[in-house]
């Protein structure tokens, strides 16, 4: 027997002894890229097979490693994932394919058990939550390329093969948008938010939505040309450009981290200077800093640094950028490393140990997220004035409830009645239609008495004929009977006998009237046949038109439908084409009192020459309705107040009016064209659904 015969009955019976401690083995088949692909899954319900780990802050600002739940160690790893012959005959001790796919479906499996969807990550952050520890510290392996396309692998069987989606465990992918910018009468303008990874862009839109302020991500690196239309943005917005820029950074622990915002920073500087402005932007880097690193969480999350060059210039740029990073961060990261480590090794304090980084998968996007908006609500001296641009939301609320009146006013007036008209047409038509179906049902009838008249009088004649001459006999005999009535008691038997008598002759004239009956039913069926048979052929006809109409109907409608359409689009794009800004809101004589009636100071708004934007206290009552909102992730912040009454909302949709007095629109004479241009189908159609009916059901 050949070693690897040997191998492959060792390792059946491994596998056998597995399945009666309680492990399953499933074989998966899908088909991917035109090819059938099958792979065997370890499902193993009684053990904990990955260490899940998660991060806590701390009240000093650092972050603190936990354990959710202890996976299994080295040797119970070999056990429940031998490798397969081949790999053992190479000296493997266990399957890392393997491995890796039924840690995914773990995580699946607990999340579908727990009910509770995992937080919105990307596949990234799965590395650190999952794999990191298996990895590196059970397995003493580093994050080599063997082990990311194992890990790829995995990812792909999982997916591909249906087993479960991206969605089921929470898992989010970049995003091509990568700017949100909220700035449009905003007090918070100056406010940026920059994010290394656009994997983060999506989940963390709300946030420029609720504080309305900037959102930008680098996607590796920042674009200079998202950085221009951002500045020209704020200009065409007429926001200062000569003010002081806050910028919150997201990016890794590591050079190329430190050098995306430093990026961030210089582009929108020079953005800046190219427009005019003489703004600078300040720093607030909020992850991933030194301070907030333990060495424990070093240890555990810290990626080993090995230094991609090929040239001892490149080696030497790599130096500089390190030093660099490690001046910005008070001596850098360094790890101990992995067993497997054939990289460059340092010796800082005394130990031999590695370049590292941490990056921002390593500590979850609600902490990244808390983190940025604990700090914009520093920034934001403030916080009521939050409600300047949700006063103007409400005015553009009210710029499409005024354009929808606009609307239904004019459908109303102007369109519908052309519509209307148009299709009482097709009704007409119908009703014509059905007009002469019921004059031909009409005939059907008549033709049907017309065709059965001799028949029925004959029938008629004969039967009453009958039924006389036997009215007569009994009659007759009837007579005889009532003679005879005083001797009853005496005749009994005699009057029995003429009653038998009396029956006996007309029975034979009875029998006969109803043979008579029944031939004349049989006679005249054929013809209730032939007339039933024509009134359901021409219901079908009637029936037939009908369908044929409401089709027809439905399609003419829908003719009409570009021109409402361009009406609908050309009213809401007029209005929200009208230009109102809070500037201008806050000093309408109308509308004045009522802000005025919401704010700490308001007398200072009816001053001449106050704003809302400058006021010298909080602006507005409420101070912590900003607050509240980013707790809720909330971006419409009206809910936490009632703010906006009746008499406030009506002055505002009463500047809307006044300013689209002028608007004109005009598309009844688009609609009449369409009408007039269909005026030849309406012909069309009637002659050739009857064409199409006859050709059915034959004519009528």
Same mark, same amino acid.
């Given at each position: 027997?050949?070693?690897?015969?040997?191998?492959?009955?060792?390792?059946?019976?491994?596998?056998?002894?597995?399945?009666?401690?309680?492990?399953?083995?499933?074989?998966?088949?899908?088909?991917?890229?035109?090819?059938?692909?099958?792979?065997?899954?370890?499902?193993?319900?009684?053990?904990?097979?990955?260490?899940?780990?998660?991060?806590?802050?701390?009240?000093?600002?650092?972050?603190?490693?936990?354990?959710?739940?202890?996976?299994?160690?080295?040797?119970?790893?070999?056990?429940?994932?031998?490798?397969?012959?081949?790999? !053992?005959?190479?000296?493997?001790?266990?399957?890392?394919?393997?491995?890796?796919?039924?840690?995914?479906?773990?995580?699946?499996?607990?999340?579908?058990?727990?009910?509770?969807?995992?937080?919105?990550?990307?596949?990234?952050?799965?590395?650190?939550?999952?794999?990191?520890?298996?990895?590196?510290?059970?397995?003493?392996?580093?994050?080599?390329?063997?082990?990311?396309?194992?890990?790829?692998?995995?990812?792909?069987?999982?997916?591909?093969?249906?087993?479960?989606?991206?969605?089921?465990?929470?898992?989010?992918?970049?995003?091509?948008?990568?700017?949100?910018?909220?700035?449009?009468?905003?007090?918070?303008?100056?406010?940026?938010?920059?994010?290394?990874?656009?994997?983060?862009?999506?989940?963390?839109?709300?946030?420029?939505?609720?504080?309305?302020?900037?959102?930008?991500?680098?996607?590796?690196?920042?674009?200079?040309?998202?950085?221009?239309?951002?500045?020209?943005?704020?200009?065409?917005?007429?926001?200062?450009?000569?003010?002081?820029?806050?910028?919150?950074?997201?990016?890794?622990?590591?050079?190329?981290?430190?050098?995306?915002?430093?990026?961030?920073?210089?582009?929108?500087?020079?953005?800046?200077?190219?427009?005019?402005?003489?703004?600078?932007?300040?720093?607030?880097?909020?992850?991933?800093?030194?301070?907030?690193?333990?060495?424990?969480?070093?240890?555990?999350?810290?990626?080993?640094?090995?230094?991609?060059?090929?040239?001892?210039?490149?080696?030497?740029?790599?130096?500089?950028?390190?030093?660099?990073?490690?001046?910005?961060?008070?001596?850098?990261?360094?790890?101990?490393?992995?067993?497997?480590?054939?990289?460059?090794?340092?010796?800082?304090?005394?130990?031999?140990?590695?370049?590292?980084?941490?990056?921002?998968?390593?500590?979850?996007?609600?902490?990244?997220?808390?983190?940025?908006?604990?700090?914009?609500?520093?920034?934001?001296?403030?916080?009521?004035?939050?409600?300047?641009?949700?006063?103007?939301?409400?005015?553009?609320?009210?710029?499409?409830?005024?354009?929808?009146?606009?609307?239904?006013?004019?459908?109303?007036?102007?369109?519908?009645?052309?519509?209307?008209?148009?299709?009482?047409?097709?009704?007409?038509?119908?009703?014509?239609?059905?007009?002469?179906?019921?004059?031909?049902?009409?005939?059907?009838?008549?033709?049907?008495?017309?065709?059965?008249?001799?028949?029925?009088?004959?029938?008629?004649?004969?039967?009453?004929?009958?039924?006389?001459?036997?009215?007569? !006999?009994?009659?007759?005999?009837?007579?005889?009977?009532?003679?005879?009535?005083?001797?009853? !008691?005496?005749?009994?038997?005699?009057?029995?006998?003429?009653?038998?008598?009396?029956?006996?002759?007309?029975?034979?004239?009875?029998?006969?009237?109803?043979?008579?009956?029944?031939?004349?039913?049989?006679?005249?069926?054929?013809?209730?046949?032939?007339?039933?048979?024509?009134?359901?052929?021409?219901?079908?006809?009637?029936?037939?038109?009908?369908?044929?109409?409401?089709?027809?109907?439905?399609?003419?409608?829908?003719?009409?439908?570009?021109?409402?359409?361009?009406?609908?689009?050309?009213?809401?794009?007029?209005?929200?084409?009208?230009?109102?800004?809070?500037?201008?809101?806050?000093?309408?004589?109308?509308?004045?009192?009522?802000?005025?009636?919401?704010?700490?100071?308001?007398?200072?708004?009816?001053?001449?020459?106050?704003?809302?934007?400058?006021?010298?206290?909080?602006?507005?009552?409420?101070?912590?309705?900003?607050?509240?909102?980013?707790?809720?992730?909330?971006?419409?912040?009206?809910?936490?107040?009632?703010?906006?009454?009746?008499?406030?909302?009506?002055?505002?949709?009463?500047?809307? !009016?006044?300013?689209?007095?002028?608007?004109?629109?005009?598309?009844?004479?688009?609609?009449?064209?369409?009408?007039?241009?269909?005026?030849?189908?309406?012909?069309?159609?009637?002659?050739?659904?009857?064409?199409?009916?006859?050709?059915?059901?034959?004519?009528?």
């Amino acid at each position: 027997m050949s070693e690897m015969e040997d191998l492959t009955r060792e390792y059946e019976e491994h596998k056998r002894q597995l399945e009666e401690e309680g492990v399953e083995f499933r074989s998966i088949s899908y088909e991917y890229i035109g090819k059938d692909k099958t792979f065997e899954l370890t499902v193993i319900p009684f053990k904990q097979i990955a260490t899940v780990t998660k991060k806590t802050p701390l009240a000093d600002g650092t972050y603190e490693l936990e354990i959710e739940k202890q996976g299994m160690n080295f040797e119970e790893i070999c056990h429940y994932f031998p490798p397969i012959p081949a790999l !053992k005959k190479k000296g493997y001790k266990y399957n890392m394919l393997g491995l890796f796919r039924s840690i995914l479906y773990e995580m699946y499996v607990a999340v579908q058990e727990s009910g509770i969807p995992r937080a919105e990550g990307n596949v990234r952050g799965v590395w650190y939550s999952h794999f990191i520890h298996v990895t590196e510290s059970v397995l003493g392996l580093g994050e080599t390329p063997s082990v990311q396309n194992a890990i790829n692998s995995a990812w792909e069987d999982m997916i591909v093969s249906g087993l479960f989606t991206y969605e089921d465990l929470g898992i989010i992918s970049a995003k091509e948008n990568v700017r949100e910018s909220r700035v449009r009468d905003s007090p918070f303008n100056n406010i940026i938010i920059a994010v290394e990874k656009e994997d983060l862009f999506e989940g963390f839109r709300w946030i420029p939505r609720l504080f309305n302020c900037t959102l930008i991500a680098a996607g590796g690196q920042p674009s200079r040309a998202v950085a221009r239309a951002f500045i020209k943005q704020l200009l065409d917005e007429g926001v200062d450009l000569n003010q002081q820029f806050e910028m919150c950074t997201v990016s890794d622990c590591d050079p190329a981290g430190y050098y995306i915002q430093e990026s961030f920073r210089n582009q929108l500087e020079k953005a800046i200077e190219y427009y005019g402005g003489s703004g600078h932007i300040d720093i607030h880097r909020m992850f991933v800093r030194k301070d907030q690193v333990t060495a424990k969480l070093l240890d555990h999350d810290g990626v080993p640094c090995k230094d991609k060059t090929a040239t001892a210039g490149a080696a030497k740029a790599e130096d500089t950028k390190w030093d660099n990073f490690c001046e910005m961060t008070s001596g850098g990261l360094y790890k101990i490393p992995p067993s497997s480590w054939d990289g460059p090794t340092y010796e800082i304090e005394g130990e031999v140990k590695v370049r590292a980084k941490l990056e921002l998968n390593a500590f979850g996007k609600d902490n990244i997220e808390s983190a940025i908006v604990r700090e914009i609500l520093k920034l934001i001296e403030d916080h009521s004035k939050i409600m300047i641009p949700e006063i103007m939301r409400i005015l553009n609320d009210l710029k499409e409830t005024v354009a929808q009146d606009k609307y239904k006013q004019m459908e109303e007036n102007e369109i519908q009645p052309i519509i209307d008209s148009y299709l009482d047409e097709i009704d007409k038509l119908r009703r014509d239609y059905n007009y002469e179906i019921y004059n031909a049902q009409e005939a059907a009838d008549k033709k049907f008495i017309d065709d059965t008249e001799d028949l029925t009088n004959e029938f008629e004649a004969d039967r009453d004929q009958m039924r006389d001459d036997v009215d007569d !006999k009994v009659r007759k005999e009837m007579d005889e009977y009532c003679k005879l009535e005083d001797q009853i !008691k005496e005749l009994l038997e005699r009057q029995q006998t003429i009653e038998d008598k009396m029956f006996n002759k007309v029975d034979d004239e009875l029998n006969e009237i109803m043979e008579r009956e029944d031939k004349y039913e049989d006679d005249i069926e054929p013809y209730e046949r032939e007339r039933d048979a024509e009134k359901e052929r021409l219901g079908e006809m009637m029936e037939m038109y009908e369908e044929e109409s409401n089709v027809f109907k439905n399609e003419c409608s829908t003719v009409f439908g570009p021109a409402k359409e361009q009406l609908r689009k050309s009213i809401f794009d007029a209005y929200d084409d009208i230009d109102i800004r809070f500037h201008d809101i806050e000093q309408d004589d109308d509308i004045k009192p009522h802000i005025a009636r919401l704010l700490q100071a308001p007398d200072l708004l009816l001053d001449e020459g106050m704003t809302c934007f400058r006021q010298p206290t909080p602006t507005f009552l409420d101070t912590t309705s900003l607050s509240k909102a980013a707790q809720n992730k909330e971006e419409n912040i009206g809910q936490h107040r009632d703010a906006f009454t009746p008499e406030f909302t009506g002055a505002m949709e009463d500047l809307i !009016k006044e300013k689209g007095l002028d608007i004109q629109f005009e598309v009844k004479e688009s609609l009449m064209q369409v009408a007039q241009i269909d005026e030849d189908k309406l012909e069309k159609f009637d002659s050739n659904t009857r064409q199409k009916i006859e050709d059915e059901h034959g004519e009528m």
